[in-house]
């Protein structure tokens, strides 16, 4: 799937900019108390992604797997493609917002419909 490679690339750009911001800020671990806003957006913004995708990806692995259809998972990992770019673009922007919550949505929608494909594929 494309889409999971758009995503690791994602995770990586993610992951520089908390180094970016650990370095700027002078802090090697935490975010460095409400002075380093900077820092804590970037931490949550990498820390947020790694608790949804991974998963994410693995129930549309594993549904590819168990006989989805493959252009339904492919869909569902373009939607989540563009549910985290809302995401990112939305943790730099005055909460709340709809980026952010669009980001997060659409998510939780991957999730859940990947999960309930695994389920309904098991049975």
């Known amino acids: 799937m494309a889409s999971a490679g758009v995503l690791g690339g994602l995770f990586a750009l993610l992951t520089a900019n908390v180094f970016s911001q650990r370095f700027k800020a002078g802090v090697k671990l935490g975010t460095g108390g409400p002075e380093h806003q900077a820092l804590l957006v970037a931490v949550r913004t990498h820390a947020n992604f790694a608790e949804y995708v991974p998963l994410c990806l693995l129930l549309l692995a594993g549904d590819l797997y168990g006989g989805a259809p493959a252009g339904l998972v492919v869909k569902a990992g373009w939607?989540?493609?563009?549910?985290?770019?809302?995401?990112?673009?939305?943790?730099?922007?005055?909460?709340?917002?709809?980026?952010?919550?669009?980001?997060?949505?659409?998510?939780?929608?991957?999730?859940?419909?990947?999960?309930?494909?695994a389920v309904y594929l098991a049975i």
């Not at 995401?87 to 859940?112: E, F, W, Y």
């Open 79 to 117: 939607v989540l493609v563009a549910a985290r770019v809302a995401h990112v673009v939305g943790m730099q922007l005055p909460a709340p917002n709809k980026s952010r919550a669009a980001g997060a949505l659409l998510t939780l929608a991957v999730l859940v419909g990947a999960g309930l494909e």
